[in-house]
């Protein structure tokens, strides 16, 4: 399941972001790579463990809690404090899978990464290339969207980022646990919820169909949900 997700940062938050950014620190994005993906992947990071990345990722973070369709799409238990990066002419990142488990910083806890999810920091005419290409079982998708959009897809897909051949290309990434494991149980719980919305802006939530589908789906998450 793909999704794009507008505006899930305002044009303020995206400003903010780009200032702080501007004046931090880069680092080679290969630190936090594994061994596999660190031979595909060139681009920078900043240090995951910086004032900075703290500060821009509870940004992010208080984001996420606001909006309903990234709260409905991931449903996140956990979700790895964001980082930030990017690709300057030249840079790139070769195909590879999301690794499945992932350390939480300062926590010593682990969590599973289901869900990966990109926010773009900077506009796409801005810079040439750079488009995030996402294999499914329906084919292949190119992503390139503006500044504070994000994109939502399983970590468990192939990926990759085209090479930028102009300007350069910032932005958020970061992985969340599902309470829903299962990314076809998790699609259908989206497209029950997205259905319910739509519902109940023709029906008043008292009709007995508006109940019987609210029902349906809190009863399918209570059997599925993993806490």
Known sequence: MLIQIPDILTREEVAHCRRVLESSPWVDGRVTAGQQAARTKLNLQIPVESKEAADLGDIVLRALGRN?????????????????NRYDVGM??????DGSIRAIPGTGMRMRADVSTTIFLTEPEDYDGGELVIEDTYGVHEVKLPAGHA?????????????ITRGSRWGS???SQSMIKDQERRAMLYDLDRAIIGTRTKLPDEDPAVLQLANVYHNLLRHWAEL
């Open 68 to 84: 309903p369709v990234f709260n409905s799409a991931v449903m996140p238990l956990r979700v790895l404090p964001p980082m930030f």
């Open 173 to 175: 990434f970061f992985w």
């Open 151 to 163: 994109v939502v897809y399983p970590a468990s897909s192939l990926h990759s980022v085209n090479e």
């Open 92 to 97: 790139k990142f070769g195909a590879h899978v």
